[in-house]
């Protein structure tokens, strides 16, 4: 029978998995229930704990079609560290970067309550951790990192990782552009600085000329970074309102910096 798989944010309905200590036909129910829900929602494995069951159960469907039945399960020994991008059932739509060991040894039981190992490593191996974390009540939430965590909340928040790609980054390339334009002014600023300690009016008016060729390449610039900005800010469709204004501002107050400095340059410097 097909079951409702627990999703984000209804809680699970048990801490941690009990440990199967007779195989009954409960249990036998409960692995055809997971197989059912597994090829139902196209997944690659389940826990009995993201069907609200408490016991510690794991099925896994191979790439044969077959289902390998996980009783009892316990990580025996792990080696290696990978991050990897994840997703899970409880969290649908969602991915996380984790940090996982690369391989793992597993003993497990099976219907007999015979016990079995085996070796795991690669993307096998990222599932079964996953899948073990349920049987303690757990998931990969409890596993990122802080920075990836504050990442993955904001996620949770838009519904999906597309909002989270949508939303604006903290850093531009047209930033760059803002950074040799502020370049230029301070150089012109200091040009203008320097015509105080010129007495000649022949060295004044080469600084005049200077000052010119610098203000008309500071206003190509700003030009430049004025469109190339508002193009860079519509690639974010979340924030453009936002991203058009302080890109507006951020014009206009070169300009007036830009117009202050001509200006007074043309005062005293010719």
Do not use: W
Not at 85 to 106: D, L, M
Not at 154 to 168: F, V, W
Not at 214 to 237: D, H, K, M, N, P
């Amino acid at each position: 029978m097909v079951k409702e798989i627990i999703t984000y944010p209804r809680p699970p309905s048990v801490e941690y998995s009990t440990d199967v200590r007779i195989f009954t036909d409960e249990i036998s129910s409960l692995i055809d229930d997971l197989k059912d829900t597994i090829n139902h929602n196209s997944l690659d494995a389940l826990t009995a704990f993201q069907i609200g069951s408490m016991y510690n159960v794991i099925v896994i469907k191979q790439e044969d079609g077959t289902f390998l039945e996980l009783i009892n399960p316990r990580m025996l020994s792990t080696k290696g560290r990978v991050t990897t991008s994840e997703s899970t059932a409880y969290f649908p739509g969602i991915t996380a970067k984790v940090t996982r060991h690369e391989k793992i040894s597993i003993i497990y039981e099976d219907r007999k309550l015979q016990q079995h190992s085996f070796k795991a490593e690669g993307a096998f191996s990222i599932l079964l951790q996953r899948k073990i974390d349920y049987t303690f009540g757990s998931s990969f939430l409890n596993k990122l990192s802080q920075e990836e965590k504050v990442i993955f909340e904001q996620k949770l928040e838009h519904g999906s990782d597309i909002a989270i790609s949508e939303s604006c980054p903290t850093t531009f390339k047209r930033d760059y552009i803002l950074k040799i334009i502020n370049f230029s002014m301070i150089f012109m600023v200091l040009l203008f600085l320097s015509s105080f300690f010129i007495q000649r009016a022949e060295e004044g008016t080469s600084l005049l000329n200077y000052q010119l060729y610098l203000s008309f390449a500071t206003l190509s610039l700003s030009i430049i970074y004025f469109f190339y900005a508002q193009y860079e800010g519509r690639l974010f469709t979340s924030c453009t309102s936002c991203q058009i204004g302080n890109i507006v501002g951020t014009f206009v107050i070169i300009c007036i910096k830009l117009t202050l400095i001509m200006i007074l340059s043309y005062f005293f410097m010719s």
